[in-house]
Nanobody, 125 residues
Framework: QVQLVESGGGVVQAGGSLRLSCAAS????????MGWFRQAPGKEREFVAG????????YYTGSVKGRFAISRDNAKNTVYLQMNSLKPEDTAVYYC??????????????????WGQGTQVTVSS
């Protein structure tokens, strides 16, 4: 059972930056594909960014491409989401998720096995 704990959320003005972190309890973290999802009030959870277990493949939803960057540090069992040029429409609860194991990069929420509790990101205009 992998436990995921997100941090780094907060309130930021439009155009600002935040870096989210997701720490995993599992020692075999390097075998997991990781994803970031978000859910705004009244909307469905949506895929934001993903990175495969090797770190060699990343994928972003179109609305964040060029502004967000996902990365991982397997030595620290942590995945990051660097968010730049934030917009009010980026406001949501952000969740990290883990997919076991050694598979291709996933974009569907149903394809992930473990989830964090979420961290709130609020972008003011």
């Amino acid at each position: 059972q992998v436990q995921l704990v997100e941090s780094g959320g907060g309130v930021v003005q439009a155009g600002g930056s935040l870096r989210l972190s997701c720490a995993a309890s599992e020692g075999t973290f390097s075998k997991y594909g990781m994803g970031w999802f978000r859910q705004a009030p009244g909307k469905e959870r949506e895929f934001v960014a993903g990175i495969d277990w090797s770190g060699g493949s990343t994928y972003y939803t179109g609305s964040v491409k060029g502004r967000f960057a996902i990365s991982r540090d397997n030595a620290k069992n942590t995945v990051y989401l660097q968010m730049n040029s934030l917009k009010p429409e980026d406001t949501a609860v952000y969740y990290c998720a883990a997919d076991c194991c050694l598979g291709p990069l996933r974009v569907g929420s149903h394809e992930y096995d473990y989830w964090g509790q979420g961290t709130q990101v609020t972008v003011s205009s």
